[in-house]
């Protein structure tokens, strides 16, 4: 299938991708231009949202209705960009829309800090809400995990850590195999492998790319990580590697739902106001929580 137009429309506003590794004073000039350019958004207005210390890990809380169920959200960004204020209005959207409160994680990113400095925060953060998060007036009875790609790379790698941790993934486009070769026929300007290559280095140098808790797909003990619903896009460099994963899971025995979502590329997810497809996942995304909470939970 083709490129979906709005899609056409994205990798237009993009451009080309740059080249070459920036360096730390470029990334973090980058991230100061996302944050301001998401601040200047309009949001919509929940019932409770309040940045709190999880253990030590600054996190965003965000509460559609006391007594909400609760999943626990890693944003993307190459485990380099990105953080709360990049991604409040999607996870206010998302909390909307499913009814589904959300802690939002705001890791340490890569790379200043490396594996296993983003991992153990996003453990840390898991912890703290099955321990306190009843004392904000959500319900951790049943809690799964949601990361949109370098996101969804840390929660796969959090339940690869400790599968009794959380209770479900909903894995969107992640990255589970450093030494996956990347196809490029879907290259694009929404992601490259000349960009994810040096993401993988500033993330997990070296030896460290082959830990289980990184490429999850060559993690042992697949049959025990929780019932997962993953997304890939047609157009993305990550498309194979997550949908390997999702065959391993499948093949292990674990409960997987996989989408590839047709004429998308990478990042469409947090971008309800441009894509459609992006509005029905999330609705679908709520359905496929509620319904294996309902099923496998309370």
């Known amino acids: 299938m083709s490129l979906h137009q709005q899609s056409r429309a994205l990798l237009a506003e993009m451009g080309e991708p740059e080249s070459g590794v920036p360096t730390l004073a470029e990334i973090e000039q980058a ?36 007594g909400a169920p609760v999943a626990l959200y890693v944003h993307g960004g190459g485990w380099v960009f990105h953080d709360l204020e990049t991604h409040d209005v999607f996870c206010r959207h998302l909390a909307h829309v499913t009814g589904w409160a959300l802690l939002a994680v705001d890791y340490r990113r890569a790379p200043e800090h490396p594996y296993p400095a983003p991992l153990d925060d996003v453990e840390t953060a898991a912890r703290w809400l099955r ?3 009843r004392d904000h007036r959500v319900d951790t009875a049943w809690l799964p995990a949601i990361g949109d790609s370098a996101g969804g790379t840390l929660v796969a790698g959090l339940a690869v850590r400790d599968a009794a941790l959380v209770d479900a993934l909903v894995l969107l486009y992640p990255a589970t195999d450093r030494r996956a070769a990347l196809q490029a026929d879907l290259e694009n300007a ?41 997304v890939t896009c047609e157009h993305d460099v990550l498309r194979d590697q997550g949908e390997a994963f999702a065959a391993a899971l499948a093949e292990a025995g674990v409960d997987v739902t996989a989408h590839r979502a047709l004429g998308m590329v990478h990042s469409f997810w947090r971008r309800p106001e441009t894509f459609d497809a992006a509005r029905s996942l999330v609705v679908t995304v709520g359905a496929w929580l509620d319904d294996r909470r309902r099923t496998l939970g309370h």
């Open 190 to 230: 929404a992601l490259d492998a000349a960009t994810m290559d040096w993401m993988w280095d500033a993330y997990a140098p070296g030896e460290a790319a082959d830990h289980p808790e990184v490429s999850v797909v060559r993690a042992p003990h697949l049959a025990d990580l929780p019932a997962t619903f993953l």
């Open 31 to 66: 991230r100061i231009e996302a944050r301001e350019i998401a601040l200047a958004d309009d949001r919509i207005g929940l019932d409770h949202v309040e940045d709190v210390d999880a253990g030590g890990v600054p996190c965003r809380l965000y509460r559609p209705r006391a």
């Open 131 to 133: 321990r306190d998060g």
